[in-house]
């Protein structure tokens, strides 16, 4: 029958790719993206954004970086609140990706300053000594394209006024892509809904530690903090540290909850143990940088 | 049972049938020869 | 001899420009490679690793990949069914025509260009060219199919019919999208929808184009190879139908744990672990076929490249299976344990293959002796020394990686910052830059080789010219 008949075969082959196609590939579509998935607060991109979208998409970041975190209790404490159908229905193209050279960036708006992302593009070994991500300076010098973007933004069928079309001249490609790093993730209030808050009374572990002990800590101090703080805590996109004097258990509250309106971050995935060290070596650091 | 589970178990079944009635064909003595002889042909000269 | 009225000189032109983009593939993986344990070898705003990545995995896939698709494909459909080709004239089109797409490829991504979906990142005019490109080939080995000599259909040729039939709907489904300009478009699919979507493409690219294909060369090249038939034709139809239907269901396993719906992530990962049957049932199929001629592996080089070849399918076939269950992807997915995984199956299996095929293709497209079987069996160990150092490398990176990832202190908060975990990986990085070398290596001994050949290879010897003869 079919072994003599090719376009039989053709057609018997074509029946049998249909049939896992149309159930897993077909079929949801009559579940994805409806009313069901829909979350309160989600909105399109902003003009700027869909523009630092489209430079993410070409300059293929999504090579190196996801945008899906899994409801898995590592990645959930390691990234943010784990990610959810109704937060894509404005992304086309998806860009979950499939490799994590670098770390996830579902849940990376509102994490850090626009000054810190201006900063990381710029040159991410300022910041983190050890990557292997590139430098993208250069988008600064490339001037946006207000008509073009007006286009993409009727063809994706995206709100905007004229306003902030006008807006868009004089702008260039790091701040689009700026502005886009820090929509990711944001439109549920996932960081209010996690918060850490601190109960009971604090209690510096290290109270007795000595001078060597503490300089021992240092590292820590270089690789979470260095970057904002600088590497003498002379202040750079965060505030200075030396001669703050606040409290042991203020500044651990601090650094492990971190100051949402102010851009710092959350360190409470180090654990206290690790917080309350670097709580001990910023209070015992002294101005002449000797310890 | 609800209808669902009857359509799920229903297509898993038919499928399984398909399956085996294919090799039932397949395997049949009476095509033993007509299902092998391509192997053949394909090392003949031409 | 009736030879003459086959076409052989496309066949040559498509091996010859396949290597080509196979060389442009290998170099560009070896550039990124170096690239990814030294930033400073990105050059912006081209030669970036976020652009020269999808330039490496479509030269390798499409360049090379297709290309011997195109080259074994209008091989194969002559000599099953015993008749030359429908159209000559179509084929050299096809040649120009794919040459064209390759390099209008590699330019627009290079210019920032893409849709960035894996596998699929050329902006829609080229999705154009590729479904011409495809529609004129499928017309050509049909139409020949449809006037052959024998009755029985070979099973290299249901393979290479569905193939080809299957790759033509994954692509124009994927390629879905609304154009903004001359290179810029969205995708018809919006999130969750378009991550489906693109895995189903995604993964059956990997059963259409990185399988099935090469399953049809796998059946043709060894027992042409070896002189004796295959084990059992009645199996590789059974093995046949069980894996074009199966293949489809298993798109999900590359989402599992993402936001989509959970029963397809369900069936892909059963599916994917059924698929270990008739991903096997050709492996055996393989093995049985040698029975009696095992001696073969040392006397024949070809053999070597074939076995080894369909090895690495039966290994990639164990481990796939593995990564589509829940809990190991949780654990190694987006890890560097899947790079390892990809290149068992190109740089093991489908370039094994490749390499077999063009061995085997090479005394009848230049109708000269291979100039030196010593330096084929170099070649065989380079690559394979090269292609073990670098999965080997990385299945080690992948878990040491996703071990720190998971680790967890006692009260419950992470062991290590991400950077902590990404500096471990540096030293497997460069043992994997330097296994691409030594895999470099091994294919510039192939193409000296056949340089050679082309130049003034020995005329053939006595038993070529019988197997000339007989084939
Ligand atoms: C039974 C057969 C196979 C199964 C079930 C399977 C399964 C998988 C799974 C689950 C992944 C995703 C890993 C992850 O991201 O966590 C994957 C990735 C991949 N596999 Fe396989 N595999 C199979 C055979 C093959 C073969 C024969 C090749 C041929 C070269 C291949 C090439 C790839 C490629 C290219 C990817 C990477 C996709 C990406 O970009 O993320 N696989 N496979
Ligand atoms: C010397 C040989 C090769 C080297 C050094 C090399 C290197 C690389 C590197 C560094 C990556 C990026 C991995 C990452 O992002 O972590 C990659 C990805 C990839 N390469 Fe190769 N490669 C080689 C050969 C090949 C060949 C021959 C093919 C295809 C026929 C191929 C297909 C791919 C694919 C499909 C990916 C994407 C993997 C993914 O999506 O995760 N490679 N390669």
């Given amino acids: ?291 | 049972m609800d209808l669902a589970s009857i359509v799920y178990l229903g297509v898993t079944f038919g499928m399984f049938v398909i399956f085996v009635l294919i090799v039932i064909r397949t395997y049949s003595k009476k095509r033993k020869d007509e299902g092998e002889i391509a192997k053949y042909q394909m090392l003949d000269d031409d | 001899m009736e030879n003459q009225t086959y076409n052989y000189a496309i066949v040559r032109s498509f091996v010859t420009w396949s290597i080509i983009w196979g060389l442009v593939a290998v170099l560009v993986g070896v550039i990124v490679s170096f690239q990814m344990v030294d930033p400073d070898l990105n050059f912006p705003p081209y030669l970036t690793f976020g652009r020269l990545r999808p330039i490496h995995t479509n030269a390798g896939i499409y360049g090379w990949g297709i290309g011997m698709i195109f080259a074994t494909f209008l091989y194969m459909v002559q000599r099953l069914c015993k008749v030359p080709l429908w159209s000559d004239k179509l084929a050299k089109f096809q040649l120009w025509f794919f040459n064209a797409t390759i390099i209008a490829s590699a330019v627009t991504l290079l210019l920032g260009y893409t849709t960035s979906k894996e596998y699929h990142e050329m902006e829609w005019p080229i999705d154009v060219m590729v479904v011409i490109l495809w529609v004129v080939f499928a017309i050509n080995i049909i139409m020949t199919i449809l006037k052959r000599k024998d009755e029985q259909m070979y099973i290299s040729l249901w393979y290479m019919m569905a193939a080809i039939i299957a790759v033509a709907i994954l692509y124009i489904v994927n390629a879905a999208a609304v154009p903004v300009s001359l290179f810029k478009s969205y995708s018809a699919y919006a999130g969750t929808n378009d991550a489906n979507v693109e895995w189903w493409f995604g993964h059956n690219a990997v059963a259409m184009v990185l399988t099935a294909p090469f399953l049809a060369m796998f059946y043709y090249f060894l027992p042409k190879s070896t002189g004796v038939p295959i084990y059992s034709h009645r199996m590789s139809i059974i093995a046949f139908w069980s894996l074009i239907f199966m293949y489809l269901w298993t798109g999900a396993h590359h989402l599992l744990w993402t936001p989509v719906p959970d029963w397809i992530q369900t069936l892909a990962m059963g599916f994917s672990i059924m698929l270990i049957a008739p991903s096997w049932g050709s492996v055996f199929n393989g093995y049985l076929s040698m029975n009696g001629q095992w001696h073969q592996m040392r006397e024949n080089y070809l053999v070597k490249f074939l076995i080894l070849g369909i090895t690495f399918y039966g290994l990639q076939t164990l481990q796939g299976p593995m990564q589509a269950i829940r809990t190991f992807s949780a654990f190694i997915h987006y890890t560097d344990w899947v790079p390892a995984h990809i290149h068992l199956g190109t740089m093991g299996w489908v370039s094994m293959i490749c390499f077999a095929s063009i061995y085997y293709l090479v005394p009848r497209i230049y109708g000269r002796e291979l100039y030196s079987i010593p330096l084929a069996n170099l070649h065989f160990w380079l690559i394979l020394v090269g292609q073990l150092t670098w999965s080997i490398s990385l299945w080690i990176a992948g878990v040491l990686q996703a071990g720190m990832w998971n680790a967890m202190n006692s009260d419950g908060s992470l062991t290590y910052t991400f950077m902590e975990t990404m500096v471990e990986m540096y030293p497997y990085w460069w043992a994997r830059a330097f296994g691409g070398m030594i895999y470099l290596a091994g294919l510039i001994v192939f193409i000296y080789n056949l340089y050679k050949t082309a130049k003034k290879g020995g005329a053939i010897a006595a038993q070529a010219t019988v197997v000339e003869g007989r084939a």
Wanted: hydrophobic share 35%; aromatic share 10%; with cysteine.
């Fill in chain 1, 1 to 291: 029958m079919w072994e003599r008949k090719p376009v039989l075969l053709c057609v018997l082959a074509t029946v049998a790719i249909m049939v896992g196609t149309i159930i897993t590939m077909v079929l949801p579509f009559a579940w994805v993206n409806t009313e069901a998935d829909r979350i309160e607060g989600v909105t399109p991109y902003t003009a700027l954004q869909q523009e630092g979208r489209d430079v993410y998409i070409r300059d293929g970041c999504n090579n190196c970086h996801t945008q899906t975190v899994r409801p898995l209790v590592p990645e959930v404490l390691r990234y943010g609140d784990y990610s959810k159908s109704g937060e894509f229905v404005y992304d086309r193209p998806f860009l979950w990706g499939s490799k994590r050279t670098g770390p996830d960036l579902a849940r990376l708006g509102g994490k850090y300053p626009d000054a810190w992302h201006y900063k990381h593009m710029e040159s991410p070994r300022s910041m983190v000594p050890k990557t292997n991500m590139p430098d993208y300076g250069w988008l600064s010098d490339n001037q946006l394209d207000p008509q073009m973007i007006q286009r993409k933004m009727d063809v994706l069928g995206f709100p905007y006024t004229t306003e902030e079309i006008k807006a868009l001249e004089g702008k260039n490609e790091m701040d689009a892509m700026v502005a886009y790093l820090q929509k990711l993730g944001s439109d549920i209030p996932w960081r209010e809904a996690t918060e850490t808050t601190i109960v009971g009374d604090l209690k510096n572990p290290f109270i007795d530690a000595g001078q060597t002990t503490i300089s021992g800590w240092a590292s820590l101090y270089v690789e979470n903090c260095a970057a904002c703080h600088g590497p003498q805590m002379e202040g750079d996109i965060g505030p200075e540290l030396i001669g703050d004097d606040y409290d042991d258990e203020i500044l651990f509250e601090i650094i492990y909850t971190g100051i949402a309106d102010g851009g710092m971050p959350s360190f409470s995935n180090l654990g206290t143990d690790k917080v309350w060290k670097l709580t001990n070596y910023i209070r015992h650091y002294k101005t002449d940088g000797s310890q």
